[in-house]
């Protein structure tokens, strides 16, 4: 809870220094989605203890649960180390790169700087950041099949809340994707907009229909990672550079890929709040 509570102030302190692109990302997947992933673990961590106490069962002992641990510890040591290495070796001062965005702004495709930046001047980075996100969820997958939640009923106030909130949080993802060429807003946004929505309903009790839950959500999950590649593999073949766009197609090549990756990126992080590799007729028979 109070990583939550931390989030939300990290987000309007980004909003005094003028960086609502970062505050929103900040407040949905900092605050919002982070958190539910933190108490859905608890839950689940819960669960398995609840399980390793029946006699029976079987579990680890406290000489690998040690080890585990310690080993959990120096990784951590070893990346803040890293982080601090960093920090500590910028310059004290730095002119920064708003003047050379600035000039080359116009040729961009859109007048955001920051999305100018994120898929024209360093476009290469947000490919990979979308993988990143996909390769999380299949680590998910790969330890095993979700729990098997029992059908409940939200009740008539959280159902008619959740019809309403659901698509209110729909509408808000497509204004944050099509406002990202001009203002505030992206894929990122967008899609963690999008996420919310598919937590929410998670959370009410909603499940996909099965016939969904194989081939039709895995087509939808590297939708996003897709495009984005086939448009990077055309434009190096086109131009001999990696992600370089005519200025005159720039535009609705950027529209074209930030809406896949939404689509991706929403359906990827709802999909790592629901757990492990979602069951099938095949799995459950």
């Not at 970062?22 to 398995?48: M, P």
């Not at 601090?84 to 007048?111: C, I, N, R, W």
Request: net charge neutral; no cysteine; proline share 6%.
């Amino acid at each position: 809870m109070f990583f939550i509570a931390f989030g939300l102030l990290l987000a309007l302190a980004w909003v005094r220094l003028e960086a609502p692109d970062v505050a929103l990302a900040e407040a949905a997947i900092g605050a919002g989605l982070t958190g539910a992933l933190l108490l859905s673990a608890l839950s689940r961590l819960n669960s398995i203890e609840h399980q390793s106490a029946v006699p029976g069962h079987p579990h680890k002992s406290k000489r690998t649960v040690l080890g585990q641990s310690w080993l959990a510890i120096s990784l951590l040591l070893l990346l803040n180390a890293g982080l601090a290495y960093s920090v500590l070796s910028m310059p004290d001062t730095g002119s920064g790169l708003t003047p050379l965005v600035s000039m080359q702004l116009e040729h961009t495709g859109v007048k955001n700087p920051v999305t100018a930046v994120l898929l024209n001047y360093r476009g290469y980075d947000t490919l990979l950041e979308v993988f990143v996100l996909l390769l999380a969820l299949l680590s998910v997958w790969s330890m095993g099949s979700s729990q098997q939640q029992p059908e409940t009923s939200p009740g008539p106030v959280l159902d008619n809340l959740m019809r309403l909130l659901a698509p209110l949080l729909i509408l808000v993802a497509a204004y944050l994707l099509w406002v990202g060429a001009d203002a505030p807003g992206g894929a990122f946004q967008a899609g963690s907009v999008l996420a919310a929505a598919g937590v929410l309903l998670l959370l009410s009790g909603w499940q996909l229909p099965t016939t969904l839950l194989d081939r039709p959500l895995r087509m939808v999950l590297i939708a996003g990672p897709a495009v984005f590649i086939t448009i990077a593999a055309a434009t190096l073949l086109i131009s001999g550079r990696l992600l370089q766009f005519a200025p005159e197609r720039a535009g609705v090549l950027i529209l074209i890929i930030e809406t896949f990756a939404t689509i991706s990126i929403g359906v990827t992080l709802a999909a790592l709040f629901a757990g492990g590799r979602p069951q099938n007729h095949g799995d459950r028979s």
